[in-house]
């Protein structure tokens, strides 16, 4: 395992290109937590959720990903705080499709009228003309999978969204989507720990479309104390949420990782995992693990 002191470490995690055409450093970031309690209203403390978005920046990360139901639409309005204007190379993604009455409580929503107001306002609060990349957040099974990717592919054909993603589908729900549009990433529940989305990642990378896993660092008991992950890590002076993250990395050139926190202290954590290099001995070592 080698590591390297860069000033901005996410430059070592590599790229992908989003739909051929839109570059990202495939370590990213993930939104969702700076927004209070059960992703719900303005976080504890708003001017550490301001440096921790800048700081991810100045690191190198130029791929974060967000939703309009983090707060609602605080995590949004967040990123334009801190941000705007945005770097030329900053890419943004959001998700409608999910909506909140309360902290911990989401509901799939998709008909078309919901989605369109949704994407209006979500370019109001990042403060763009046009999204980067527009995800249909869960499919609602009470509307029809064509109204709902339909809907996108109207803002998309409007010149309002650049590209297209799903969350949370399985392997038919991404080929029927792909039918109706040119569907560029898919966001599953992945990490070292939970691979159940492994044909997922397989459709995924024979057809090219990035993969962003969310909850990317969860370890479970691999990280208790003396458990494979933790000594693991140990060895090799890093931390296990870091070893998780290269190991990713490692997995797939499709996988895009997208670690979230409130705190810079931990996004200077996680953004150096992209300089571990993992040996095929040690990336083999931890896929056993599980």
């Known amino acids: 395992m080698t590591t390297d002191t860069s000033t901005r470490p996410a430059d070592a995690s590599g790229t992908f290109a989003l739909g051929g055409d839109l570059p990202v450093h495939r370590l990213g ?172 990642l397989t459709y995924a990378e024979a057809n090219g479309i990035a993969f962003i896993p969310w909850f990317p660092i969860a370890t479970g008991e691999l990280a208790r104390p003396g458990g494979p992950l933790d000594t693991f890590a140990r060895q090799h002076r890093a931390t296990p949420s870091q070893l998780a993250l290269a190991w990713l990395l490692r997995r797939s050139p499709v996988l895009l990782p997208i670690p979230g926190t409130s705190s810079v202290a931990h996004v200077e954590e996680n953004t150096a995992a992209a300089t571990i290099e993992l040996t095929d001995e040690e990336f083999a070592a931890l896929t056993a693990a599980v």
Do not use: C
């Open 29 to 200: 970031y993930g939104a969702m937590q700076i927004t209070g309690p059960g992703v719900w209203g303005d976080p504890a403390d708003p001017d550490e959720a301001v440096r921790v978005l800048r700081r991810a920046v100045e690191l190198g990360v130029n791929f974060i990903d967000t939703a309009d139901s983090y707060g609602p639409f605080v995590s949004e309005s967040l990123i334009r705080k801190a941000l705007h204007p945005y770097p030329d190379d900053l890419v943004i993604a959001t998700k409608a499709g999910l909506t909140r009455s309360g902290p911990g409580d989401w509901r799939p929503v998709g008909r078309p009228e919901y989605l369109r107001q949704q994407m209006e306002l979500s370019l109001r609060h990042l403060g763009v003309d046009r999204i980067d990349l527009y995800q249909l957040h869960r499919i609602d099974a009470k509307v029809p999978l064509a109204d709902q990717i339909g809907a996108l592919l109207e803002f998309q054909r409007e010149g309002k969204i650049r590209h297209i993603g799903v969350s949370e589908v399985s392997v038919e729900q991404l080929a029927q989507a792909r039918e109706i549009a040119d569907i560029v990433s898919v966001q599953n529940l992945y990490n070292l720990a939970n691979r159940r989305s492994e044909d997922v």
